[in-house]
């Protein structure tokens, strides 16, 4: 079985639990699935051998937004309108879309399986649609309800 792992953070930049679940994912299924991985371009260029393992490929995308996944992570605080701009056009990103469209239809994956949608909007729900690829989302936080996906701004519940 062909399986697609769409996920905006991947090995070597692992930011937390979602990663790292994602990379034993890969690695483990990888021994008896073939695998592609789609993630976001990292902040300096992967190593060659990196993206072409012998029971997996990577593949780095860009969706065209105002600052990069990485940008939008850092804790940096003149980039603060820039960020909300960001996020309003995360909310449906087209480039993403049409990328990660096209890297399916390449591909001709059996499953999807989203472990994350932060970069590349929820414009994947609908392509998986519109494709009739079975898919499943593993959900590690709540952002598909809040940006603040621990549901806490400065220590407050934002509902």
Request: glycine share 4%.
């Amino acid at each position: 079985m062909k399986i697609c792992l769409i996920t905006p953070f991947y090995d070597p930049w692992l930011l937390g639990g979602a990663e790292k679940y994602a990379k034993t994912l890969v690695e483990e299924l990888s021994t008896i699935h073939e695998f592609v991985v789609i993630t976001s371009k990292g902040p300096i260029p992967r190593k060659q051998q990196n993206l072409s393992h012998s029971s997996y490929k990577i593949i780095e995308i860009t969706p065209r937004n105002i600052l990069t996944l990485y940008d939008v992570t850092k804790k940096d605080l003149t980039l603060g309108f820039k960020k909300y701009l960001w996020h309003f056009f995360d909310l449906w990103n087209i480039s993403a879309y049409i990328k990660i469209k096209n890297i399916l239809k390449e591909e001709k994956p059996n499953l999807v399986h989203i472990n994350g949608i932060m970069g590349f909007s929820p414009s994947v729900f609908s392509l998986l649609k519109d494709l009739q690829i079975p898919h499943v989302l593993t959900i590690h936080d709540l952002s598909l309800i809040s940006r603040w996906s621990s549901l806490f701004r400065k220590g407050k519940p934002v509902f």
